[in-house]
């Protein structure tokens, strides 16, 4: 029975330093995008691997493999970061204490009386125009990795 079946079991905490990646600098310089190393990271996870031979004769073999797997990362650090609303919510992004490729959005309050459209702020304030939000209003809506 042993012989048929195995296990192996992986764990890992590996920090990452000068993480390379498309980073927004001021467009004066001549770009608006360049690849920078631009932070460090930390990933935290377990991989899980069963193998099993199910069936074993001279004509006919049949393995099974079930593979588990769970990863976890932080950005622990970032040497240039963008603070602007805009920055936030116009791509995916990379923020210290959240995970790599973070998604955020506005907190949409539908139209008003005039149907224009409306944002609500973290103080639950309604808002016309972006231009009005901060950072701290905006809705952190989970990783697209």
């Not at 808002?127 to 990783?143: A, E, F, P, R």
């Amino acid at each position: 029975m042993f012989r048929r079946l195995n296990a192996r079991i992986d764990l890992y905490n590996k920090s990452t330093a000068d993480l390379l990646g498309p980073t927004a600098v001021d467009p004066t310089l001549g770009w608006s995008v360049v690849d920078l190393n631009y932070g460090n990271m930390r990933n935290r996870g377990i991989e899980v691997a069963l193998n099993a031979k199910v069936i074993e004769h001279d004509a006919f073999k049949w393995n099974s493999t079930l593979n588990f797997s769970y990863n976890q990362n932080k950005i622990t650090h970032l040497f240039i970061a963008e603070e602007t609303p805009y920055s936030y919510y116009s791509t995916v992004q990379n923020r210290v204490g959240k995970p790599v490729g973070s998604l955020y959005s506005i907190d949409y309050a539908g139209l008003d009386a005039k149907g224009e459209p409306q944002a609500r702020k973290a103080d639950g304030t309604l808002v016309k125009s972006t231009q009005q939000l901060s950072v701290d209003d905006l809705i952190y809506n989970g990783t697209t990795v």
